[in-house]
């Protein structure tokens, strides 16, 4: 057997109460009953339903990485 790192082990990046919400919002996505914000239109984008799923998450306190920064995303 091979010896851990106990030191360099990579945790979890998401929560399991973050990944039900995913999960929540996959299915009601997929049933065609989960809407986006404000305009209430039905979401039909995979990443968009994963997208509610974690600031779901988010505002329910799960562990979710922080969005990223909108500089950060300009740069591309």
Same mark, same amino acid.
């Given at each position: 057997?091979?010896?851990?790192?106990?030191?360099?082990?990579?945790?979890?990046?998401?929560? /399991?109460?973050?990944?039900?919400?995913?999960?929540?919002?996959?299915?009601?996505?997929?049933?065609? /009953?989960?809407?986006?914000?404000?305009?209430?239109?039905?979401?039909?984008?995979? !990443? /968009?339903?994963?997208?509610?799923?974690?600031?779901?998450?988010?505002? @329910?306190?799960?562990?979710?990485? %922080?969005?990223? @920064?909108? %500089?950060?995303?300009?740069? !591309?």
């Amino acid at each position: 057997m091979a010896a851990r790192k106990s030191s360099s082990r990579s945790r979890r990046k998401y929560g /399991q109460k973050a990944g039900k919400k995913v999960e929540r919002a996959m299915h009601e996505m997929k049933r065609g /009953q989960l809407k986006s914000g404000r305009s209430g239109k039905r979401v039909t984008s995979r !990443k /968009q339903a994963i997208a509610i799923g974690l600031s779901e998450a988010r505002r @329910s306190g799960a562990k979710v990485p %922080s969005r990223r @920064s909108s %500089s950060r995303r300009r740069k !591309k």
